[in-house]
């Protein structure tokens, strides 16, 4: 009986880890998608934000991946949390939060560049220019590392 027993206590804890792990997928790819759809990047000249200087993610092109990589993260944390203990719902969990959280990395790093760009193009003195990082970039990353957090905590079924 204690075979069994052990047995039991091993697939609570699994059933446990992954429903842990589902909520942690879940969440993160409603802050992805959500933030895809956010300003990502302010641009200030002189102080003064003129018409058009905020930038969501679906702006720029970078927001639909990451809604892509959202619903399909979504997707995995809910087949995890109806039970699926399939290998391919961790891959999913894992892939689509790098995806994510290097797509939101990359344009904050870019976003000093695009200052200079514009000042650059408009012949604007330089240090008039500035870029700021707006919400939807970090709900992004967050989103990114959660869906990673859950896709490493994910308990698959032995092969």
Request: proline share 2%; glycine share 14%; aromatic share 0%.
């Given at each position: 009986m204690d075979g069994m027993s052990t047995v039991a206590e091993d697939d609570q804890r699994t059933t446990a880890a992954n429903r842990q792990a589902a909520y942690i997928g879940l969440g993160a790819a409603a802050l992805a998608i959500l933030g895809a759809f956010l300003v990502w990047l302010t641009i200030t000249i002189d102080g003064l934000s003129p018409p058009?200087?905020?930038q969501t993610g679906w702006d720029n092109g970078d927001?639909?991946?990451i809604l892509v990589a959202g619903v399909a993260g979504a997707i995995a944390s809910l087949?995890?949390?109806?039970g699926l203990r399939d290998l391919w719902t961790k891959v999913l969990l894992l892939?689509?939060?790098?995806?994510?959280?290097?797509?939101?990395?990359v344009n904050m790093v870019d976003a000093g560049s695009?200052?200079?760009?514009?000042?650059?193009?408009f012949g604007?003195?330089?240090g008039d220019v500035?870029?700021?990082i707006g919400i939807g970039l970090y709900l992004v990353?967050?989103?990114?590392?959660?869906l990673v957090a859950a896709g490493l905590r994910v308990r698959t079924s032995p092969s």
């Open positions: 058009g200087s905020a927001g639909r991946t087949a995890i949390l109806l892939i689509s939060g790098a995806i994510v959280a290097i797509i939101a990395i695009k200052a200079h760009d514009i000042q650059m193009q604007i003195p330089e500035k870029a700021k990353v967050i989103g990114g590392v959660g």
